[in-house]
């Protein structure tokens, strides 16, 4: 048996994995606080005909010995959480997150979820809501005649009602941040949910040491360069053809062997 055919097989398996990952970023490319990964791969287990150091003669030892790898498998997705660009609305209640940190947010079935999408809301009530309708921490309420509203850099939302002059202060978005963002669990619509591996949640204020800051009117857009990730799906599929290369010529081979005529 050629063990080619098993071993070019997993390389195209693992190459389905990255063009899987690929297309999920680019698909993602014009949402919100999005961020992009990438796949992590391991070599598979090794068989030995002859283990290094093995005794070649009574005086002489193996210095490599004879070893054939059995292919590659999948060990993750990695979540790149560098820095968005920021783009510019000027919609009072759009705000992004120039450095470290989530907002926090209340789920529909109670638990607490955490995005960097920060295109928010009031519900019917006035309440501050993301696009999903999720409460967001801290905010409160804005009435319908609110003007001029006002976000600070540490989260602070404040307005102002018809006929007065001082400003109202509705409540302070809570920022919270993570010891590993990676160990997030993406649940979709922009939320992200803790496991053991993201650690608790810390948190904190806007603008104190480890927290970014806020920036009203602007949106953090997605982190995918649309370049970087055509190259490495450029990448993949030329290494998927090169996989399916090695089952073509096992393919042969065996042919070949099947065929031989005495």
């Given at each position: 048996m050629i063990r080619g055919l098993y071993t070019s097989a997993t390389g195209m398996t693992a190459q389905q994995m990255t063009i899987d990952v690929i297309s999920n970023n680019l698909a993602n490319i014009n949402t919100t606080g999005f961020k992009k990964s990438r796949?992590?791969?391991?070599?598979?287990?090794?068989?030995?005909?002859?283990?290094?150091g093995a005794p070649t003669s009574e005086s002489t030892r193996s210095p490599s010995g004879i070893g054939v790898g059995l292919g590659v498998k999948s060990v993750g997705t990695q979540r790149m959480f560098s820095q968005g660009d920021l783009v510019s609305t000027s919609n009072p209640l759009d705000v992004a997150i120039q450095g470290e940190g989530f907002f926090s947010v209340t789920l529909p079935d109670g638990s607490t979820g955490y995005t960097r999408s920060g295109n928010f809301q009031r519900n019917s009530e006035g309440v501050v809501?993301?696009?999903e309708g999720y409460e967001v921490s801290g905010a409160g309420t804005v009435p319908d005649n609110a003007t001029s509203i006002s976000i600070s850099e540490d989260g602070q939302i404040s307005y102002l009602l018809p006929g007065?002059?001082?400003?109202?202060?509705a409540g302070t978005i809570e920022a919270v941040r993570f010891a590993n963002n990676a160990g997030?669990?993406?649940m979709g619509g922009s939320i992200y949910v803790e496991t053991e591996?993201?650690?608790?949640?810390?948190?904190?204020?806007?603008?104190?040491d480890g927290f970014g800051r806020i920036t009203q009117g602007f949106l953090e857009s997605s982190?995918?360069?649309?370049?970087?990730?055509?190259?490495?799906m450029i990448t993949a599929q030329r290494a998927y053809e090169a996989a399916s290369k090695g089952i073509n010529t096992s393919d042969e081979m065996l042919s070949q062997a099947i065929n031989l005529k005495r």
């Open positions: 796949a992590e791969f391991q070599d598979l287990m090794y068989q030995y005909l002859m283990d290094p809501v993301t696009a007065t002059q001082a400003a109202t202060v997030l669990k993406a591996s993201s650690g608790a949640p810390v948190a904190g204020s806007f603008g104190d982190n995918v360069s649309v370049v970087g990730e055509v190259v490495q």
